[in-house]
């Protein structure tokens, strides 16, 4: 296998972060889930959460980077994280987009029945995880009864105006695949899912985005243990889309970790690879201190640029 490095360098390409419109901040691996193919391997035992500190120190840098556009929450179920309120109300009140990766379960623990309620109160824009609009494909990779608390939570957010025409409540949805394969193509899975969801639950949202699987973490071990590492890589590398890689989300992006560490993408966060410069949100004065500068690269990183290409907006191409 070409390493994705070389594979780059073959074309002249030295991938740059050209501009930063989107800070996306995991909050913590705490989850009321604990899905197979989570690359952050979250999960209710998990004990890393984002402090206060680190949060406010955050929004003191939101407040230096003129230009930023997004914040995106993930986690772990970013609403799990005490501090969740404070750093979504402060973010609008600069009048950055707030996304939250909800896992739309969430919604139904004790002590989170608010949170749609506070979503639709700050126009936080929601992007729901839904593999699948089938219960046995959800369940499967989710954990039972996921699915119908899903649909659950979609209805609760349809009911307040989320996803629904005219209202400017945003809400998209999460497809990835349930195994060792790419996605197929996001316009189809698209309409496939308005479909079904309207059809037989009465269920609207905004868009769908498909996202590749990444070769880290849990998935990576489900790929080890099926033998299907080597057949998963050859995969990715054999659908390289040059095409794709002008439009990969680092490019844009920084991600910051629960501890404050700065990454160039969500995917290195979990695997450890810091931006080059190995500086922490404590040792920069703005955050476009990192404009201009070089990507850290590794294999996963076919998994962004194979097929129709991927990011955490969806397809890229």
Same mark, same amino acid.
Request: charged share 20%.
């Given at each position: 296998m070409i390493a994705f490095a070389k594979k780059l360098a073959e074309h002249n390409i030295d991938l740059k972060r050209s501009s930063l419109d989107t800070?996306? @901040?995991?909050?913590?691996?705490?989850?009321?889930?604990?899905?197979?193919?989570?690359?952050?391997?979250?999960?209710?035992?998990?004990?890393?959460?984002?402090?206060?500190?680190?949060?406010?120190?955050? @929004?003191?840098?939101?407040?230096?980077?003129?230009?930023?556009?997004? @914040?995106?929450?993930?986690?772990?179920?970013?609403e799990m994280n005490p501090h969740f309120k404070k750093l979504v109300k402060a973010a609008r009140a600069l009048n950055l987009e707030v996304i939250?990766?909800?896992?739309?379960? +969430?919604f139904f623990e004790n002590g989170f029945d608010d949170i749609p309620l506070f979503l639709k109160e700050n126009k936080v824009h929601v992007v729901a995880s839904l593999p699948c609009y089938t219960k046995d494909n959800v369940d499967k990779q989710r954990g039972r009864g996921v699915f119908d608390k899903s649909i659950e939570g979609l209805k609760q957010l349809n009911d307040l105006g989320f996803g629904i025409e005219g209202t400017g409540l945003k809400l998209d949805l999460v497809y990835n695949p349930?195994?060792?394969?790419?996605?197929?193509?996001?316009? *189809?899975?698209?309409?496939?899912?308005?479909?079904?969801? *309207? !059809?037989?639950?009465?269920?609207?949202?905004?868009?769908?985005?498909? @996202?590749?699987?990444?070769? +880290?973490?849990?998935?990576?071990?489900?790929?080890?243990? !099926?033998?299907?590492?080597t057949e998963y890589m050859t995969l990715l590398v054999d659908n390289f889309n040059l095409s794709a890689v002008?439009?990969?989300?680092? *490019?844009?992006?920084?991600?910051?970790?629960?501890?404050?560490?700065?990454?160039?993408?969500?995917?290195?966060?979990?695997?450890?690879?810091?931006?080059?410069?190995?500086?922490?949100?404590?040792?920069?004065?703005?955050?476009?201190?990192?404009?201009?500068?070089?990507?850290?690269?590794?294999?996963?990183?076919?998994?962004?640029?194979?097929?129709?290409?991927?990011?955490?907006?969806?397809?890229?191409?």
């Open positions: 800070l996306q @901040i995991n909050l913590g691996k705490l989850c009321n889930q604990a899905c197979h193919h989570c690359h952050v391997e979250a999960g209710p035992l998990r004990k890393e959460i984002m402090s206060e500190t680190t949060i406010d120190r955050l @929004i003191w840098l939101m407040q230096q980077t003129p230009g930023l556009k997004t @914040i995106d929450l993930t986690g772990g179920a970013p939250d990766r909800c896992n739309l379960t +969430i349930g195994g060792a394969f790419l996605p197929g193509n996001q316009q *189809k899975l698209e309409s496939d899912y308005r479909r079904e969801l *309207k !059809q037989y639950c009465n269920l609207e949202f905004n868009h769908l985005f498909t @996202i590749t699987n990444m070769p +880290i973490k849990r998935f990576l071990d489900d790929l080890n243990r !099926q033998g299907k590492l002008d439009s990969v989300m680092c *490019k844009s992006l920084l991600s910051i970790g629960w501890d404050g560490e700065i990454y160039d993408c969500d995917f290195n966060q979990m695997l450890e690879m810091k931006v080059k410069s190995g500086q922490t949100i404590w040792e920069i004065d703005s955050l476009h201190e990192f404009k201009n500068a070089s990507i850290a690269l590794a294999d996963h990183c076919y998994g962004c640029t194979a097929g129709a290409g991927s990011s955490c907006g969806g397809a890229l191409t």
